[in-house]
């Protein structure tokens, strides 16, 4: 029992070891394309490690309440909450992490749950702007979350379980039997969902300076920020693999070192969607990314479920 | 909403596969264009330290400093500009006004320190990496703040001049002084260098204020004899002058001569500050010269009683008998002189110390006694046949003329000698239809006189003949007389001394002419101090010797002038005068025992 | 001027001054200038107001308030001068004409003094918050002196007059000007 | 503005003022600036909003006030050059021309006709330079960095060619009385020609991407209305006016310079809205290109640039008055100067653009906008704070 617990807890660190580093130069490297874009050559792939280690060092030199300093711990929280859940690589025992047969609600929960602590911590910084920063945040979370949630319906109800493993052996065979194959609608619709659920433009208003005054991310300085930062990497990692398990096959292989490539490459295209779509667009206003997402989206979940219905 | 207003964006991408806009290392690989502005460059050697940088700064960034090893000097004053960076807007104004143009600006814009004092320094006096950059702003051709060349003075013309004695500076006009004076950058390096120190920029800015009034006082603080000095000064404020460094130095003589033509004698008066209450002392100036008027001047105005003493018929000393009429009309001399007449000052004419009256009485009856008799007694020529008929000095023949007589010089005239005197002796016999020619023993660069008088003597008609050392006089056949004189060379002396001409063994010339003029130098004469007193004074290659105050070796005798300084001309003259007086007021007020 | 001769005959105004073809000043009484304003703007098409002001003659204790005004038909512009007294300064405010005015009015009350009863918002800061001292576009307000006595200048700071240095180097002893 | 709505949310309005509780906890009082990446320089908007509108705006300067028109008061007239320039970063040519304008009218100097030219040329650069960082003001304050970080590299560009002409980056001082500092460097109209031919493309470029995006469009459009009748009301000059059809342009109308033997038209729109400004705008910009090489192609290829002034150390002017206005990126922009005869001026007063469009105007605009459009609004009215507290 106790070797199967440490056995368990080793290969979860290895997996959160892995997919640390890869999201972190994933990020650097997604900079680069951006600025690439920008017509700029952009900063080194590894400055999100410089600027991780440097706001670490750092420490705060005034004081908030209890719930200033928990946000970000929440948030972490959050991040490996979703990210703990989610097997990386199908098949594999040191990438399975703790995946189990109702994973799936328990990752969209965790998903819920940082931003709830970031807000509750945002709060209470002292800053009378946050709320306004919150309350975008919350309402358009609230928005991407419906077509994201009927999205999930209808991939749990085509294949009859809530267990992301399960989905993802569902998917294997070939590329023809990939949800984005077999239900394209929920692929959509969640796909959607998935821009707004990575603050990239055009649903960026959340973090947007110049729209909102100045607010969360200029109250959470050194190493709150620096966790936030943190955070930002897994949770970021977790999503995609997430994506990457619901709708496009997972990452399956006998030999763990092409699976890993196999989830690096479908990773890799699918943050590059974002990016895509991120550096040609300016973003929503609030109400119009809400009005979005229950527009177009949330109607292609819903068809996506009506078909699985039928 | 079209589908294009949704693809179209996507364009963006396009630029992904471009090149970069940015540079990866911007410090290292990018120098600022050649015309930046960037930190200053100065050529430390070529700047005067004149000030106009500071003066045109609008942000207050330039101070004046000392630099160690710069000293002040004749036209320079020893001081350089010390910028301060927090305060620069690098708008290179200084650069663009700089008259010796010794400013300039590298390309060099990055520069880190920690210490923030280390942004204000001296460029070019502290060394800095982009002192020898050749790029940077500098100012364009076509393009200046400042007029270099000076307004041209209207003068007849050669042809006119010779035929009369008629002024041949005609003077500048209102707009002609206007346009003058702006050109000056008021800097003031001119007066440390004018022995009587005028303020000089003070009576500029006046004629550019149109305030004659105000001129005319600042003037007669530091120079009773304007009118005269307006035309006939040795001007050396005008070779130190910051503008000379840019082409021609402003006018100053010219000015303060504009500035006297503007105002009648008859109204000084309400102008000039009057002579102090008497205090019943009286002084007895010996000599009417330049020297012995300034000193009455001062001394009237300090209410003193003063007493002139003068040998000849006229007042003015040299400027009325050594200098001829076309450069400077008697009646200005007159205007100077008959001023300080008005003052309150008696001066006695045709009276000479040591025949008509005896020094000695002088001496006893007046509190102090400033004497200024100046150089009379002409050098001979020491050659053989000097004392033939028609071997004349230049002092004599102008001497004459001011008296009114036709001086004999015959159709052909030598002159001997480079200074003033001989060209103007040279310029008077032409105005008396004599062929000239000039001898001088070194080159014409080494002529003591005004560059202006070699140029008007030239362009007059006299032949200058340099390098020419007089060997003897004879009679001559179809002339009065032959003058035989050799060639010489220059030999070198060494550093810091001038060359020597020495005369080329077996080259022999001759002239033949009506007259030969000496003008190579006067000694003083000071044959009418008693023994008794003389011995208190001091004498030094024939000069008075004198301590700053213009005081000699009786505590009771002044001197001044050209018999008791080198600079031999008429300001230096007028500053030995006013310090004069100021020394006998010293003098009379604190020592002197009641 | 036809502009000017129409008006003179009604309003107080003189001093007309032809700076350019196509620029006219010229001076108006302090009562009537509000109304040759209105007039300009309603019957002369000068519609557009470019600037208001206020240039301080100190000596003259005078302040001349500027209006400039365009008519954007003609291309031209004329300035309104209304000259004031500088003691207790009043004026009518025009913002009724231009609601931009205001603004202009703004300002000048705080930077030089002048009053424009009614016109909105006349008491809040415009540029200086917290300002006690008089207002500063004041000729009579020093900028110099209040920068000496605000803030520090820097220490170290030496300069020398090329002329009195030349002198105490060259000359120290001898008379000049006494 | 939104039409006036019968809805009880918004407090009523009595003299284009909301009546407005803030005790009440239904609205909110926000800052935005003087430090936000939202607002085009140092300056603050004090806004109350009322869920995400706006029902009050009030513009705060300040921030920057270096009080240019006084410091000239104790500056000799040259010495006055340097710092007209600072009066508005990102053009600071306009205010240089104008300056020397005012100065040599009231002195009676004649500029020699190239200096005209080269004067025109500097101006319809500077207009480029200046339109190109609004672009990306513009596009950033909608969250589009992309386009932002294009222009401003543009920008960098037509400041190098400013470099290599002026020996200045951004404050170039270059024109002064008198005519202009310079000639060009050898080969550097080349240079200029070769950096208009990659503006255009890039403008073409961005041209595609922003006004042809589904997003901007809905934001952009119907933001901020600026209707004919408020023009004049409000002294809105410049694209803010001609988005909204109203043809005046200071070039055409009252020609300075060289403008009248250039060929050009006005641009104009007919919606004046955040959409309809942007474009007249980048039409203006493809307009100053053109312009730019109608002058390199037409100006006289030698003579002074320079002429004569009396010395500027001791130089006065005669007493006088007068007013001088330019066509700059934001509108009028003009310059009053009083001369007493002194060397200094005795008043100079600076109309800059910004001083109705970000005060009274804005103030006006913003009310029942979203919060999150204040940045787009106030980036499409171009408008720089410097040049109104000046």
Redesign the interface.
């Known amino acids: 029992m106790l070797t199967s617990i440490l056995t368990k807890a080793l290969y979860t660190l290895i997996s959160f070891f892995v997919i640390l580093n890869y999201s972190l130069l994933l990020l650097g490297t997604m900079a680069r394309v951006r600025a690439k874009v920008q017509g700029r050559i952009g900063q080194p792939v590894w400055q999100p490690y410089i600027d991780i280690i440097k706001n670490n060092a750092r420490r705060s030199g005034v004081t908030h309440g209890i719930m200033f300093y928990l946000g970000p711990v929440f948030r972490l929280a959050g991040g490996l909450g979703t990210y703990f859940f989610i097997p990386v690589i199908f098949g594999s025992k040191i990438f399975a992490n703790f995946s189990f047969s109702g994973d799936v609600l328990l990752v969209m929960y965790f998903i819920f749950f940082g931003q709830l602590g970031m807000a509750l911590g945002a709060g209470e910084s002292g800053h009378p702007y946050s709320p306004i920063g919150v309350a975008r945040g919350l309402a358009q979370m609230t928005a991407f979350e419906l077509p994201f949630s009927l999205a999930v319906i209808a991939v749990a109800a085509q294949y009859g379980s809530f267990s992301i493993t399960e989905i993802v052996a569902a998917q294997q065979g070939g590329w023809q039997n990939w949800v984005a194959f077999t239900n394209p609608f929920a692929m959509a619709a969640g796909m959607l969902a998935f821009l707004g659920m990575s603050m990239n433009n055009p649903f960026s208003i959340v973090i947007a300076p110049q729209e909102i005054p100045i607010g969360p991310p200029t109250e959470m300085h050194s190493s709150f920020l620096g966790m936030l930062q943190t955070n930002r990497a897994i949770f970021n990692g977790a999503k995609m693999v997430l994506f990457m398990n619901l709708f496009f096959g997972g990452a399956a292989h006998p030999n763990i070192f092409i699976a890993l490539g196999i989830m690096i490459m479908k990773t890799f295209l699918i943050y590059l969607y974002v990016v895509f779509v991120g550096v040609s667009f300016p973003r929503f206003r609030t109400e119009q990314s809400i009005r979005f997402f229950l527009g177009v989206p949330t109607l292609l979940g819903l068809i996506a479920v009506i078909q699985q219905m039928i | 909403m079209s589908l294009k207003d949704i693809i179209a964006p996507f364009s963006v991408w396009k630029r992904a596969l471009e090149k970069p806009y940015t540079n990866r290392k911007p410090i290292e690989t990018r120098p600022g264009a050649d015309r930046y502005r960037g930190f200053h460059q100065n050529a430390i050697d070529q700047c005067i330290g004149c000030g106009t940088c500071e003066e045109i700064c609008q942000n207050n960034a330039i101070d004046l400093v000392p630099l160690e090893g710069k000293t002040s000097s004749h036209g320079d004053s020893g001081l350089r500009p010390k910028i301060d960076y927090g305060r620069c807007c690098w708008c290179a104004l200084c650069v663009d006004i700089c008259p010796t143009g010794s400013l300039g600006m590298s390309n060099e814009y990055i520069w880190i320190t920690t210490d923030p004092e280390d942004f204000r320094f001296i460029p070019g006096g502290e060394s800095k990496p982009w002192d020898d950059r050749a790029e940077g702003y500098r100012r364009a051709e076509g393009y200046d703040l400042l007029e270099a060349e000076r307004v041209e003075m209207p003068m007849l013309s050669f042809e006119e001049s010779q035929k009369s004695f008629i002024e041949m500076v005609q003077g500048y006009s209102k707009e002609q002084a206007m346009e003058e004076a702006d050109r000056c950058v008021a800097c003031g390096i001119c007066i440390a260098t004018c022995p009587a120190h005028m303020d000089v920029p003070a009576y500029i800015e006046a004629i550019r204020n149109d305030d004659m009034g105000e001129g005319l006082k600042i003037v007669y603080n530091a120079n009773p004899l304007p009118a005269s000095c307006g035309r006939v000064c040795s001007h050396a404020c005008e070779y130190v002058c910051a503008m000379k460094h840019k082409g021609e130095a402003i006018s100053i003589r010219w000015l303060k001569r504009y500035i006297i033509d503007q105002i009648y004698l008859g109204d000084y008066k309400e102008i000039l500050k009057s002579a102090d209450e008497s205090n019943g002392k009286k002084i007895a100036v010996i000599g009417s010269g330049p020297g012995g008027l300034s000193a009455a001047y001062y001394l009237r105005l300090l209410g003193y009683e003063i007493t002139v003493f003068d040998a000849n018929e006229k007042a003015g000393g040299m400027l009325r008998y050594g200098i001829p009429e076309y450069r400077l009309p008697y009646e200005q001399v007159d205007k100077d002189v008959e001023y300080i007449r008005q003052l309150g000052v008696t001066i006695n004419q045709d009276l000479k110390i040591g025949v008509d009256r005896d020094f000695k009485s002088l001496y006893d009856e007046y509190d102090a006694i400033f004497f200024s008799t100046g150089l009379k007694d002409p050098y001979g020529l020491e050659i053989a046949g000097e004392d033939l008929p028609g071997v004349q000095s230049g002092l004599d023949i102008l001497d004459e003329v001011t008296k009114g007589k036709t001086p004999d010089i015959g159709k052909s005239v030598v002159v001997v000698g480079g200074g003033n005197v001989a060209m103007d002796a040279a310029r008077t016999s032409r105005r008396y239809g004599a062929e000239v020619t000039i001898l001088y023993r070194r080159r014409e660069v080494d002529m003591p006189a005004d560059e202006e008088e070699i140029h008007e003597s030239q362009g007059e008609g006299c032949k200058l003949v340099t390098q020419a050392i007089p060997l003897r006089v004879e009679k001559g056949d179809s002339t009065r007389l032959k003058l035989f004189f050799g060639m010489a060379e220059m030999v070198d002396q060494g550093e810091g001394q001038r060359p020597k001409p020495v005369l080329i063994e077996g080259s022999e010339e001759v002239i033949e002419c009506d007259s030969v003029i000496t003008a190579i130098g006067q000694e003083a004469d000071y044959s009418f101090i008693p023994e008794e007193i003389g011995k208190n004074l001091v004498f030094n290659r024939g000069m008075v010797q004198i301590n700053e105050f213009r005081q000699t070796g009786d505590s009771k005798i002044f001197a001044g002038g050209d018999i008791a300084n080198r600079k031999r001309d008429a300001i230096s003259a007028i500053a030995d005068g006013h310090s004069a007086a100021k020394g006998i007021d010293i003098y009379l007020t604190n020592f002197k025992e009641k | 001027m036809t502009e000017f001769n129409e008006l003179s005959r009604q309003f107080q105004i003189s001093d007309l001054k032809e ?2 073809a ?2 006219h ?1 010229f001076h108006a009484s302090k009562e009537h200038a509000v109304a040759v304003l209105t007039s300009l703007k309603e019957k002369y098409g000068y ?5 208001f ?1 206020v ?3 100190l000596e003259k204790n005078e302040f001349h308030l ?1 209006y ?1 005004l365009h008519n ?1 038909e003609k ?1 031209h ?1 004329m ?1 309104v001068v209304v000259k004031i007294a500088r003691e207790n300064v009043q004026m009518e405010s025009i913002h009724h004409l ?3 005015a ?2 202009y009015q703004q300002e000048i009350r705080e930077m030089y003094g002048v009053e424009f009863p009614g016109s ?1 918002g006349l008491y ?6 917290g300002w006690e001292d008089i207002p ?2 004041r ?1 009579d ?1 020093d ?2 002196e209040y920068s000496d006595k605000t803030y520090y200048p ?1 220490p ?8 009195e ?3 105490e ?3 120290p ?6 | 503005m939104v039409k006036e709505k019968e809805n009880s949310k918004f407090p009523p309005l009595v003299d284009g003022k909301s009546q407005y509780d803030l005790t009440s906890g239904k609205y909110l009082r926000v800052w935005q600036g003087p430090q936000h990446p939202g607002i085009t320089g140092n300056m603050s908007l004090e806004l109350t909003i009322c869920g995400d509108e706006i029902i009050d705006c009030k513009t705060h300067v300040g921030y920057l006030h270096r009080g240019f028109e006084k410091l000239m008061e104790r500056r000799k007239y040259i010495q006055c050059f340097p710092v007209v320039c600072r009066i508005c970063v990102p053009e600071p040519d306009f205010n240089e021309y104008l300056f020397a304008a005012c100065t040599e009218e009231l002195a009676g100097i004649q500029i020699p006709e190239r200096a005209e030219w080269i004067r025109t040329l500097n101006l319809e650069m500077a207009r480029l330079t200046s339109f190109l960082m609004w672009i990306g003001g513009q596009a950033g304050s909608f969250g589009m960095g992309t386009i932002g970080q294009w222009t401003v590299t543009l920008r960098d560009y037509m400041l190098d060619l400013f470099e290599e002409l002026t020996g200045g980056r951004i404050y170039h001082m270059y024109m002064l009385p008198g005519g202009v500092r310079a000639d060009f460097p050898p080969g550097w109209i080349n240079k200029l020609l070769d950096t208009l031919k990659t503006v255009e493309k890039t403008l073409d470029d961005v041209e595609l991407a922003m006004m042809h995006n589904a997003v901007f469009k809905m934001r952009a459009k119907g933001l901020g209305i600026i209707t004919p009748d408020m023009v004049d009301k409000y002294g809105i000059t410049g694209p803010n006016a001609r988005a909204a059809g109203v043809a005046r342009d200071i070039r055409k109308d009252s020609p300075y310079l060289v403008y009248d033997k250039l060929d050009f038209e006005i641009v104009t729109g007919t919606k004046s809205d955040a959409y309809g400004r942007c474009e007249v705008r980048i039409k203006e910009m493809y307009q100053s290109i053109d312009l730019i090489r109608q002058i390199v192609e037409k100006m006289p290829k030698e003579g002074p640039f320079f002429t004569k002034l009396p010395n500027v150390l001791h130089w006065r002017i005669p007493a006088g008055h007068t007013y001088k206005r330019a066509e700059c990126t934001r509108g009028e922009y003009g310059f009053y100067v009083q001369s007493d005869g002194s060397d200094k001026p005795r008043r100079t007063y600076v109309r800059g653009p910004s001083y109705t469009h970000a005060v009274a105007l804005m103030e006006h605009l913003a009310i029942r906008t979203n919060i999150a459009d204040t940045a787009g609004l106030m980036v499409s009215l171009h408008t720089y704070p410097p040049e109104i507290e000046r």
């Not at chain 3, 519609?47 to 600037?51: D, E, K, P, R």
């Not at chain 3, 809040?124 to 918050?129: H, K, Q, R, V």
């Open positions: 700076q350019r196509d620029l000043f519609t557009h107001l470019v600037f002001t240039v301080d003659h500027t400039m954007y291309h512009d300035g231009w609601p931009a205001a603004t909105p809040e800061n415009f540029a200086l918050e500063p576009m000729r307000f900028t110099k820097r170290g700071r030496e300069s020398h007059d090329p002329r240095y030349m002198k180097n060259l000359y002893g001898e008379a000049e000007t006494w």
